[in-house]
């Protein structure tokens, strides 16, 4: 898999692929919708939803499918969007979902319940990621067959319920920061941070895609034998404190509430004073090791393959040339004193080796270190769905390794049909 022709702009995107990809993607929608709706005949474990959505007690069909939205994180959602942070573990969810379901209800003019489960779901269906990935693959490596490959093994996401039904913060995360990514790749470092930023209102790790502008701007210059100019290395730090200021202005929230009265609560008494580590210590046992019981093995059975996939291709692009590209880096920036011994790598390997990936290798091997170590390991079944590299990973494995791309492949359709079946009958792992 190589590109095509040597251009130097990449080509336009295929419309013929795109057609291919949408009519696909549409498919995959209908069928998760069609399980769902058969979901909507048996019993849920749990009948939390109808404290919220009393009317999916009756027979309406429409009522009953669209409660299928109403599950786990969401009602912690509900609640902020009608009465705010009144209580400290709901620090633990970002603003962002709880500001869709708000504005959704404000938008159509109903009842919160009511516009908030139609408009919700309407606008997650509006978050698809599909064209903006083949974009940004086209434009990493300039080959049609590979943004074709890649964008098509996205669709078989490993959490077809949080990404493609409820309003969770997933589907807008992973629009939010495709886009981003898609300007980063253009050197358009102002939109791209502007779109870092508002992810940032619906996950923490959001703060972490200001690696992608500080790559850009300050090491691809070292990277080219170069130095990043004063301005390259002012306008990196300013579009970092923006991607980082939603963050940082939830932590200063809870902080106002609950450590400047009379009685500040206990934490507030630490060195770093965070609200969102707090609770997510406190209420979600969230924290290095943690995890690692003999109860949660099962969740680490799940999140195996997703794990194991990225892990593969991060460290194989990272030994094949992201250790490299880092070395030239801390060569030139006087970090590192050693002159690096460096050859690109062989032409069948660049599409799969593209240099604008290393960065993206990098993001993915800390975020999943993170999610490993000092996380509840299921999530990645659905935070994975916000990162390019993801879908290159696997595209990646179809060319090298295609025996085990296809079992991965039979996985992700098997772990798909169940996941929105426990998804429907509100079982875990949420």
Same mark, same amino acid.
């Given at each position: #898999?190589?590109?095509?022709? %040597?251009?130097?702009?990449?080509?336009?995107?295929?419309?013929?692929?795109?057609?291919? @990809?949408?009519?696909?993607?549409?498919?995959?929608?209908?069928?998760?919708?069609?399980?769902?709706?058969?979901? %909507?005949?048996?019993?849920? !474990?749990?009948?939390?939803?109808?404290?919220?959505?009393?009317?999916?007690?009756?027979?309406?069909?429409?009522?009953?499918?669209?409660?299928?939205?109403?599950?786990?994180?969401?009602?912690?959602?509900?609640?902020?969007?009608?009465?705010?942070?009144?209580?400290?573990?709901?620090?633990?969810?970002?603003?962002?979902?709880?500001?869709?379901?708000?504005?959704?209800?404000?938008?159509?003019?109903?009842?919160?319940?009511?516009? #908030?489960?139609?408009?919700?779901?309407?606008?997650?269906?509006?978050?698809?990621?599909?064209?903006?990935?083949?974009?940004?693959?086209?434009?990493?490596?300039?080959?049609?067959?590979?943004? #074709?490959?890649?964008?098509?093994?996205?669709?078989?996401?490993?959490?077809?319920?949080?990404?493609?039904?409820?309003?969770?913060?997933?589907?807008? *995360?992973?629009?939010?920061?495709?886009?981003?990514? @898609?300007?980063?790749?253009?050197?358009?470092?102002?939109?791209?941070?502007?779109?870092?930023?508002?992810?940032?209102?619906?996950?923490?790790?959001?703060?972490?895609?200001?690696?992608?502008?500080?790559?850009?701007?300050?090491?691809?210059? *070292?990277?080219?034998?170069?130095?990043?100019? @004063?301005?390259?290395?002012?306008?990196? %730090?300013?579009?970092?404190?923006?991607?980082?200021?939603?963050?940082?202005?939830?932590?200063?929230?809870?902080?106002?509430? *609950?450590?400047?009265?009379?009685?500040?609560?206990?934490?507030?008494?630490?060195?770093?004073?965070?609200?969102?580590?707090?609770?997510?210590?406190?209420?979600?046992?969230?924290?290095?090791?943690?995890?690692?019981?003999?109860?949660?093995?099962?969740?680490?059975?799940?999140? !195996?393959?997703?794990?194991?996939?990225?892990?593969?291709?991060?460290?194989?692009?990272?030994?094949?040339?992201?250790?490299?590209?880092?070395?030239?880096?801390?060569?030139?920036?006087?970090?590192?004193?050693?002159?690096?011994?460096?050859?690109?790598?062989?032409?069948?390997?660049?599409?799969? @080796? =593209?240099?604008?990936?290393?960065?993206? =290798?990098?993001?993915?091997?800390?975020?999943?270190?993170?999610?490993?170590?000092?996380?509840?390991?299921?999530?990645?079944?659905?935070?994975?769905?916000? #990162?390019?590299?993801?879908?290159?990973?696997?595209?990646?494995?179809?060319?090298?390794?295609?025996?085990?791309?296809?079992?991965?492949?039979?996985?992700?359709?098997?772990?798909?049909?169940?996941?929105?079946?426990?998804?429907?009958?509100?079982?875990?792992?949420?």
């Amino acid at each position: #898999m190589t590109p095509t022709s %040597t251009q130097s702009k990449s080509p336009s995107p295929s419309t013929s692929n795109l057609k291919k @990809l949408l009519t696909s993607a549409i498919l995959y929608k209908i069928c998760s919708i069609v399980i769902l709706f058969f979901c %909507t005949y048996a019993t849920p !474990f749990d009948a939390s939803h109808l404290v919220i959505w009393p009317r999916a007690a009756t027979q309406s069909i429409f009522d009953k499918f669209i409660s299928t939205t109403l599950r786990w994180d969401i009602f912690h959602f509900y609640e902020i969007a009608r009465h705010g942070y009144v209580y400290e573990h709901l620090y633990a969810f970002l603003p962002g979902g709880p500001a869709v379901i708000r504005a959704s209800s404000l938008i159509l003019g109903e009842s919160l319940s009511s516009g #908030m489960f139609w408009g919700s779901w309407f606008l997650v269906a509006g978050c698809s990621t599909l064209f903006t990935l083949y974009e940004i693959t086209l434009l990493e490596t300039g080959s049609q067959q590979v943004a #074709m490959l890649a964008t098509a093994c996205s669709i078989l996401t490993t959490s077809p319920a949080t990404l493609l039904h409820a309003p969770y913060a997933e589907p807008f *995360f992973a629009f939010l920061t495709f886009r981003g990514i @898609l300007h980063s790749t253009r050197r358009e470092w102002n939109r791209a941070a502007l779109y870092f930023a508002i992810a940032g209102l619906f996950r923490s790790n959001g703060i972490l895609f200001a690696g992608f502008v500080v790559w850009g701007l300050v090491c691809i210059p *070292f990277r080219q034998h170069s130095t990043p100019s @004063l301005l390259s290395i002012v306008k990196a %730090t300013i579009l970092t404190g923006l991607i980082a200021t939603p963050f940082l202005a939830h932590l200063y929230s809870g902080y106002s509430q *609950f450590c400047e009265g009379p009685s500040p609560q206990l934490w507030c008494g630490g060195q770093l004073p965070s609200i969102y580590n707090h609770v997510q210590a406190k209420y979600w046992n969230v924290g290095v090791f943690k995890y690692w019981t003999v109860a949660q093995i099962p969740n680490f059975v799940i999140a !195996f393959p997703p794990l194991a996939v990225i892990t593969w291709a991060g460290w194989t692009h990272m030994t094949r040339r992201g250790l490299a590209d880092l070395h030239v880096v801390a060569y030139n920036s006087g970090i590192w004193l050693e002159p690096p011994s460096y050859s690109e790598p062989v032409a069948s390997d660049v599409t799969l @080796l =593209a240099p604008g990936i290393t960065p993206h =290798a990098i993001h993915a091997l800390l975020f999943s270190g993170i999610i490993l170590f000092a996380s509840h390991v299921q999530i990645i079944l659905r935070v994975s769905s916000s #990162m390019p590299f993801m879908s290159w990973a696997v595209a990646r494995l179809w060319v090298e390794h295609p025996k085990v791309a296809k079992w991965y492949a039979a996985w992700s359709i098997l772990w798909g049909v169940t996941s929105l079946v426990t998804w429907g009958l509100f079982l875990p792992p949420a």
